[in-house]
T-cell receptor
Framework: AQTVTQSQPEMSVQEAETVTLSCTYD???????LFWYKQPPSRQMILVIR??????QNATENRFSVNFQKAAKSFSLKISDSQLGDTAMYFC?????????FGTGTSLTVIP | GAVVSQHPSWVICKSGTSVKIECRSL??????MFWYRQFPKQSLMLMAT?????????EQGVEKDKFLINHASLTLSTLTVTSAHPEDSSFYIC?????????????FGSGTQLSVL
């Protein structure tokens, strides 16, 4: 089984600033995928960004980017120009086959 | 992205009754659907993995006779909480994979808040 660890239960950032959420994972698989999901107060889970483990290039989606360090099994999420709508729980997840593993989440608050 | 519809979004029931939650993939065929339970401010806890046309695979500690899962078609999976008790009160979320292979992604329903009185 894989494990996903998010060591920051809560974080806050000033609006328009940049914040980085940490995630580490443990797997013995060679082929896997990594994700960041956002869960706002509505509790709808939203896919933020996805990274294929076999790709060295870090994935980016507008203001969201990842720092994927495969050797260190680290997968951090950087949010640039933070907006109030970014306030949410963020879950890091890994996938092998049809098995998905989630971290415990980081609660991010964007301060006006 | 793909849409997963889940309903009801909120249900209150009396202790001892059964509640059915539906999860539908609206614009894609979902060969695999997942059911999660989430307690306040906690992560998602996988309850079971459901494949179309076969019995669901339950995680350790999840009572399969209490949480009945049916995945009768490629677009519909249902979770029935039988003889519900107050301790079953929780937020239940379904998800579905859009496809298999390199482009596989997981899409979530909007969740169901169950309150058992």
């Amino acid at each position: 089984a894989q494990t996903v660890t998010q060591s920051q239960p809560e974080m806050s950032v000033q609006e328009a600033e940049t914040v980085t959420l940490s995630c580490t994972y443990d797997t013995s698989e060679n082929n896997y995928y990594l994700f960041w999901y956002k869960q706002p107060p509505s509790r709808q889970m939203i896919l933020v960004i996805r990274q294929e483990a076999y790709k060295q290039q870090n994935a980016t989606e507008n203001r969201f980017s990842v720092n994927f360090q495969k050797a260190a099994k680290s997968f951090s999420l950087k949010i640039s120009d933070s907006q109030l709508g970014d306030t949410a729980m963020y879950f890091c997840a890994s996938q092998t086959g049809n098995q998905f593993y989630f971290g415990t989440g980081t609660s991010l608050t964007v301060i006006p | 992205g793909a849409v997963v519809s889940q309903h009801p979004s909120w249900v209150i029931c009396k202790s001892g009754t059964s509640v059915k939650i539906e999860c539908r993939s609206l614009d894609f065929q979902a060969t695999t659907m997942f059911w999660y339970r989430q307690f306040p401010k906690q992560s998602l806890m996988l309850m079971a993995t459901s494949n179309e046309g076969s019995k669901a695979t339950y995680e350790q500690g999840v009572e399969k006779d209490k949480f009945l899962i049916n995945h009768a078609s490629l677009t519909l999976s249902t979770l029935t909480v039988t003889s519900a008790h107050p301790e079953d009160s929780s937020f239940y979320i379904c998800s579905a994979t859009q496809s298999t292979g390199p482009d596989e992604k997981l899409f979530f329903g909007s969740g169901t808040q169950l309150s058992v009185l």
